[in-house]
């Protein structure tokens, strides 16, 4: 087949679109779609890889229980049996699914009702909780929904650009090439990054903070009562669309500039530097990620940053705003459908009996989670403790990615039933399951995703399923049937699921919620296959102008106002004697994850072929590691040896090592192994780049 087709890639949230081609030999060539509006024809290196890592090598291609090919039907009867035995005897709350970015809207969108609208309970969470939901929590406190109200546009029209906790460079690197071409035409444009790191990304800064690691709320404490003394504050917008200023005013005040300088560990220059650079600009966007939400002060941080453009009325109009960036390609879609354990589908609130209402009565369901689940980590500790009987694992690989990694491992092997549905066979996580699911992958599957924009994109298949393999809506539409729920299960295909997706959006008006793409009901399939990407909210009639949120207001508390959240800096220094050094995880440039995908492909692997720690050269010599030692890093909850990368870019008395490496790489490389599973009271996210650990010289025994 030499048809060309218009796709997106799998990896980050930038959500970039590709042209695939399949030639002749079979070989999958691709490009950037010239068209579509996250990349406009760019892709990143891992992008370009692509056509590299859809070989078949280390598939499963078959269901099998205890290891043994099975028939499909037996496999999933036995999923079916297991969940009903466990909800008969134990409860609905004693079943769970753990899910993933990497799911499909569509199959997510399955995987929600069936465990919140028909299995009763609401223990249903995803992989994203590691990655964003921080920024769902401020979200919600601070708008009332959880509205991203940024666009990439706006990155290249804004005058400053902060980048913070965002290795933008390496993360999203297409952004990143947006961001650069815009600075290298308007030499008048701004970019300050504050990272603990020197990453790749501070070197296009104009301004690097290095922050300790946690103290972005003094920050940005320090910043909103520094636009208040300025008198900066846009009075209007702060009188007529938010509630909550006087209180986080007042709460601010308490906090010295000498206080912020001794929390963030920051020059008095270059902290007044930044202070000046956002109050003498109007256009400001401040973007953030994984440095930002992967704190146990995560939403906090958030809210904070949010506080300082409320104050300003920065917000929703071109160049202006507050911007969580998204880490996977479909934690945004995962948002939207509810798959997380604190939420319903459509942005609707679990807590809210009326949206509950909403929801059951359009699922026609016998049930409706009540309250929320277990958010990930409280998840897998019920799972450790015998609560959770049995447990569907969907497209990730928590062994290696998940907070405390050792002890989920322990936890899985222990637990009575666990089916992983995922597209390798040897995953570390798929090793400890009873019954393995093959399921789709990248270029086999079909559905939509939605990026950090809020641009909602078609993933279509141009390869064959190979062997068995089925979707993942597909295996849990089955089972729900097995398990009695027929009729609401009976998707022919999934344009039906996008449909019933798009009808539950608008349904009563949703509520008045921000999400609402009802104009896309009734599409018919051919309509939903030729889907062009497109950004919500979206007026009625496909193609219509874009609109924005919040430049003039109509925030989604009952008010219609936006809430500013008093939050308190702290000292965030976790180290002590026997663990001196802060540990922070985090991705590097070439590869995805726990590498199940990218690590296919021999040319991403020759960028960082191994897995290493960056020391500062002074904390080298300290523990006598040389160049390209070995290092052993150690915490209270697990152990780490990777080689030395010794560099003045890391900030002395702090270690980073990548999260990819899984044990089929290297061995003894799962830094999760060793990180806490310390988690944010709002969000649950777990903290991943502030960690006490020990490090010293390997010495083989
Ligand atoms: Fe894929 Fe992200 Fe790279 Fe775009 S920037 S090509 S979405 S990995």
């Known amino acids: 087949m030499d048809t060309e087709v218009k796709t997106t890639c799998p990896y980050c949230g930038v959500g970039c679109g590709v042209i695939a081609k399949v030639a002749g030999d079979g070989k999958v060539s691709v490009k950037g779609d ?82 919140k609208g028909f299995i009763g309970s609401a223990n249903i969470d995803t992989n994203s909780r590691l990655c964003m939901s921080s920024s769902v929590a401020g979200h919600r406190r601070a708008f009332g929904s959880d509205t991203v109200p940024g666009t990439y546009e706006d990155i290249e029209l804004a005058d400053l650009v902060i980048l913070t906790g965002s290795n933008l460079a390496w993360c999203h690197p297409v952004v990143y090439q947006r961001l650069a071409a815009a600075k290298a035409t308007r030499p008048g444009m701004k970019v300050v990054v504050i990272d603990p790191r020197q990453t790749m990304t501070a070197d296009i800064a104009d301004l690097h903070l290095a922050i300790r690691p946690d103290s972005d709320v003094a920050l940005f404490v320090g910043l909103f009562e520094h636009l208040i003394a300025l008198n900066a504050i846009d009075q209007n917008y702060v009188a007529e669309h938010t509630t909550g200023f006087a209180e986080a005013f007042s709460s601010a005040s308490g906090t010295s500039f000498n206080e912020v300088l001794e929390l963030t560990g920051l020059p008095a220059m270059q902290l007044r530097e930044f202070y000046r650079l956002f109050a003498a600009t109007e256009k400001v966007v401040t973007c953030y990620s994984q440095g930002v939400n ?250 219509a102008t874009e609109t924005r949120f919040f430049a003039k207001g109509g925030f989604y508390h009952a008010d219609g106002k936006a809430r500013f959240i008093t939050v308190k800096p702290a000292a965030s220094d976790r180290t002590n004697a026997d663990y001196p050094f802060t540990l922070n995880t985090g991705r590097i440039r070439d590869q995805w994850h726990t590498m199940t995908r990218t690590g296919k492909s021999a040319r991403l692997s020759s960028h960082i072929a191994e897995p290493f720690a960056e020391l500062h050269p002074r904390d080298a010599i300290e523990i006598d590691v040389g160049k390209a030692g070995l290092v052993e890093i150690e915490s209270p909850h697990g152990r780490a040896v990777v080689r030395a990368l010794i560099t003045e870019r890391q900030a002395r008395g702090s270690i980073f090592v990548p999260m990819h490496w899984n044990d089929q790489f290297a061995a003894k490389a799962r830094i999760d192994a060793l990180v806490a599973p310390l988690t944010d009271a709002h969000s649950g996210q777990p903290a991943s780049k502030n960690v006490a650990v020990a490090a010293r010289r390997f010495k083989a025994a």
């Not at 079943?95 to 995987?111: N, W």
């Not at 998840?379 to 928590?398: E, Q």
């Not at 068995?468 to 089972?479: G, P």
């Not at 996008?498 to 009563?508: G, I, M, T």
């Open 34 to 115: 010239p068209d579509h509006p996250a990349n406009f024809g760019r892709l990143c290196s891992k992008g370009s890889a692509l056509g590299e890592t859809v070989d078949l090598d280390g598939r499963v291609l078959h269901p099998e229980i205890l290891g043994e090919r099975a028939e499909w039907g037996q496999a999933l009867d036995l999923v079916a049996q297991r969940f009903s035995d466990a909800i008969a005897e134990h409860g609905p709350d004693s079943v769970a699914f753990y899910v993933s970015g990497q799911l499909l809207t569509e199959d997510y969108y399955v995987a929600n009702k069936l465990m």
């Open 294 to 543: 992967q704190s146990s002060s995560g939403t906090d941080k958030v809210n904070a940053i949010i506080n300082c453009h409320l104050a300003t009325g920065r917000i929703g109009r071109p160049g202006m705003g507050p911007f969580s960036l998204t880490g996977q390609p479909n934690a945004m879609g995962g948002r939207e459908v509810g798959g997380l354990a604190n939420m319903l589908a459509a942005h609707m609130a679990i807590e809210s009996a009326e949206d509950r209402n909403r929801v059951q009565r359009f699922w026609r369901s016998p049930a409706i989670a009540e309250k929320p689940g277990l958010k990930a980590v409280d998840m897998f500790r019920a799972v450790a403790d015998g609560r959770i009987k049995s447990l569907w694992i969907m497209a990730t690989n928590p062994v290696v990615s998940m907070p405390d990694a050792d002890a989920v491992e322990a936890a899985i092997k222990a637990c009575p039933f666990v089916v992983v549905s995922d597209v390798l066979k040897d995953t570390d996580t798929a090793r400890h399951a009873h019954v393995l699911l093959p399921s789709l992958g990248w270029g086999e599957k079909s559905g939509t995703v939605t990026n950090s924009e809020r641009r909602i994109s078609r993933q279509r298949s141009f390869l064959d399923a190979p062997g068995e393999a089925r979707a993942d809506w597909w295996q849990l539409a089955e089972v729900a049937r097995r398990m009695g729920f027929s009729q609401a299960f009976d998707f022919p295909s999934n344009a039906e699921i996008f449909d019933e997706h798009a009808a539950l959006s608008a349904f009563e008006n949703n509520g008045n919620r921000d999400f609402d793409i009802g104009s896309y009901v009734g599409m018919n399939r051919q309509a939903y296959d030729e889907l062009p990407p497109f950004q919500w909210p979206q007026p009625a009639g496909h193609g």
